[in-house]
């Protein structure tokens, strides 16, 4: 075996080393098709087949009835955060999100450059983006409501989701898709940037309900589209190929290997308990992240002083763990613990940060 | 060795199997970082290092000074379609386009769809596009002279390149770019999408002049504008990393194993020679492309009839050799012979056209 870290980082991330040895095991020969994966034409039946099956793991592993469509775009959450509006905010109606953290405020971003009518329902903009807002009103008249479903900078989640009647819930959940179960209905689209949870960078999977799809003015660019890819099978021109086959790889192992989604949730609670354990437990880490607002995926903490952090970061590097660096915007340290982050690796970073605290604390 | 087949796919396409082999070896610990390169953080010194060399290499290859800014961008050469008249096309000039085919249609389609003025210079729609037209008149007056360098469907190239005085050439070169060596001087622009000559599919690589990037309209979506890639290295968001990574060391092969874009050339020209003589001294194969237009990149041709065409592209498939089934737009037969296809393949293949035309002529 080869000298693989412990690789906590915030994305492109982990991922499950079975699936990297399955790739690198027939990346020469696909299938016995005498090509690479990287080589294959995307009009061949074998990459007909393994995007097929990407889109039919999807819709089992999410519950998706037949009037969602499983999409691949590329540009990642970004460009999703320029489309939907474009796409989806109708003429006349308000588009309302909620702002809980730097994503948010992209997404918000974009959809004011176009333009259109931005309400801001809720912010926790007031204490740094350190919890998850509550108790507001939502509005019935609005084209939809979008929120970020976990902060990946400032280690929140929403661990139950907003509510808004009839207007349709989307939402970006790049860094928390397919880490747990729930119930689609309420959502009219969700989008996933691939490079955390489901796979490397390339290509944002993009969930979207038939009658989102009916708001798509005729007049947009058609790589602008969400009509463009849910007509051809997101085949209206060549995709991110390699993308799209570990996705599909990932979310095998996912439904295969680990078992489905309420197995993942359970994996990604146990890994999660046993680093907020540690740090509730220690004078010398502590949380940033509201208790109640914390995330399954990006646990963030501070040490007593910036320098002590600098030293936790060079000293796991060089004990073979990497990605602890805080997001550079707000700095701190940060564990994220994606799908693909082993139990083994989270109690192997424990043990390193107790030993770090005996030493240095 | 395994069983690698003769691949003349369109694109996604024939990879140089050193670069695949490097690729394997190194997939679960990409240079000791202790993570497969698909799980580098697009942050780390790793991938800095890795689009960095992209860069330098693809500015050398191509002779570019100072002012050309190699950008990658996801969402293919359809993508930058769109892009080009948002970015490009200044109020009250119109946007010029030569039409040689199913890619410049489509290109001149999206700047139409953005209410631009576009103005069609010259066409070969008149003769099935299957020549590049001459003698044609270009205006001084326009934002941008736009044209497709390789014409994959028809099996046409430019061989010299339009000249349009002042105004900036913007070129789709995704079939032929780094086949051959030009003077980049008169463009303002040059794009291509990976998956054929230098790459897998998944990004954009696009080389764009410093007075080219002035024309960005402040009021575009961020994803959408050259200056927000121009800015920040190509990662305002996570690129395409495995995309990038592989086009680094494809340029690094065509540089160091092949020696330079003029060896390319000349093994280009001596693949397609090989094809296109076996074609002029047979009468069973007959090439759909004007003599003085044909390709370098994707040599088309015919057969006495569509029955005979399948079952060559079948015989094909079950002697090895891929791809030969031309676009379903327009039938026939193709062979593409980008970088990575070798001598030998070509040679293979004519010996096998010639067995066929025996047997089944």
Chains 1, 2 share one sequence.
């Not at 294959?40 to 037949?66: G, M, P, Q, V, Y």
């Not at 397919?178 to 960078?201: E, T, V, W």
């Not at 989604?261 to 890994?271: G, P, S």
């Not at 999660?272 to 903490?301: E, P, Q």
């Amino acid at each position: 075996m080869t000298n693989r870290i412990h690789n906590f980082n915030a994305g492109p991330a982990a991922l499950p080393l079975p699936v990297l040895e399955e790739i690198r095991d027939e990346f020469l020969d696909y299938k016995d098709s005498g090509m690479s994966v990287i080589e294959l034409s995307h009009r061949s039946k074998w990459f007909d087949d393994i995007i097929n099956k990407a889109i039919e793991r999807a819709k089992r592993l999410l519950n998706l009835d037949d009037r969602y469509h499983v999409l691949f775009i590329q540009g990642g959450a970004s460009q999703q955060f320029c489309m939907i509006p474009m796409n989806l905010a109708v003429d006349g109606k308000s588009a309302d999100y909620l702002n809980t953290g730097t994503w948010s405020t992209k997404a918000i971003q974009e959809a004011r450059i176009q333009g259109k009518e931005v309400r801001i329902i809720a912010s926790s903009e007031d204490k740094d983006f350190s919890y998850i807002p509550k108790g507001f009103q939502t509005n019935s008249d609005a084209s939809y409501l979008h929120f970020t479903s976990n902060n990946t900078i400032k280690g929140t989640q929403w661990s139950e989701f907003p509510q808004a009647g009839d207007v349709p819930l989307v939402s970006d959940m790049s860094s928390d898709i397919l880490c747990r179960s729930f119930d689609i209905k309420p959502f009219g689209m969700i989008y996933a940037g691939a490079q955390k949870n489901i796979g490397p960078s390339g290509s944002a999977m993009v969930i979207i309900r038939d009658d989102m799809l009916e708001r798509t003015p005729e007049s947009l660019p058609s790589m602008l589209k969400y009509t463009t890819f849910a007509d051809k099978n997101s085949m209206y021109n060549t995709p991110s190929c390699f993308t799209i086959y570990t996705i599909s790889l990932i979310l095998k192992w996912i439904e295969e290997t680990i078992g489905g989604l309420d197995a993942m949730e359970r994996i990604n609670r146990e890994k999660a308990g046993i680093l907020y354990d540690f740090i509730d437990n220690s004078d010398f880490y502590a949380g940033t992240a509201a208790k109640d607002s914390r995330s399954l995926m990006n646990i963030t903490f501070r040490l007593p002083n910036e320098d002590l952090e600098k030293r936790l970061v060079k000293k796991a590097g060089e004990n073979g763990f990497g990605g602890l660096k805080g997001h550079r915007s707000v700095g701190g340290c940060r564990a994220s613990t994606y799908n693909a982050t082993t139990i083994e690796s989270v109690q192997a970073l424990v043990e390193f940060m107790a030993e770090f605290e005996k030493s240095e604390g």
